[in-house]
């Protein structure tokens, strides 16, 4: 599905991101690439795989359903892969990241959890390594913007078992 500043791109160029986020080192600041597809900061990493058309000009059901189901054959692909590679993931839900439930009025949960929290439900979790995991989510910031496939990295000690 064409979009702006992002190809869609082929379930091999998304493993091949994951892959490379069960690797690359954490930045020691956060660093966001203005317009970039790849963003992270101490202990973690964040990456768009696959983003729909926006919808500020058609909402329509079928509109929305129709990218809805491309964006979730996706998370479905890769997720087969990875758990013939890992296992089976955890599903984690972001909500307790959200720190609406929290009795601490200063609450922020830790990066990528927080952004995460912030467009997405949930999210399957695996742990490749003692040291660190990767999330698949589908997230959307707001009903006219495009809907996202979004991969996440995170040091263990940000996402305990």
């Known amino acids: 599905m064409p979009h702006d500043g992002h190809p869609a791109r082929t379930v091999d ?3 091949a991101v994951i892959d490379g986020l069960c690797v690359l080192p954490f930045p020691a600041q956060e660093v966001r690439p ?3 597809d790849r963003w ?6 964040l990456a768009l795989l696959r983003e729909s058309r926006d919808f500020w000009e058609d909402r329509g059901e079928d509109v929305v359903e129709a990218a809805e189901r491309e964006i979730e054959a996706d998370l479905d692909t890769l997720s087969a892969v990875l758990t013939d590679r890992w296992g089976e ?5 972001l909500w307790p ?9 200063g609450f922020s949960a830790p990066e990528p959890l927080a952004y995460l929290a912030g467009v997405a439900g949930s999210m399957r979790v695996w742990r490749p390594t003692a040291v660190r995991w ?3 989510a589908i997230g959307q910031t707001d009903p006219e913007w495009p809907i996202q496939l979004l991969a996440a ?4 000690s940000l996402l305990p078992r």
Do not use: N, R
């Open 134 to 136: 990767i999330a698949l």
């Open 13 to 15: 160029d998304q493993l």
């Open 34 to 36: 203005e317009g970039g």
């Open 153 to 156: 990295s995170g040091g263990a």
């Open 97 to 105: 990241f959200l720190g609406l439930d929290s009795p601490d009025p």
């Open 89 to 93: 993931p955890e599903a984690v839900d």
């Open 40 to 45: 992270g900061g101490p202990g973690y990493h």
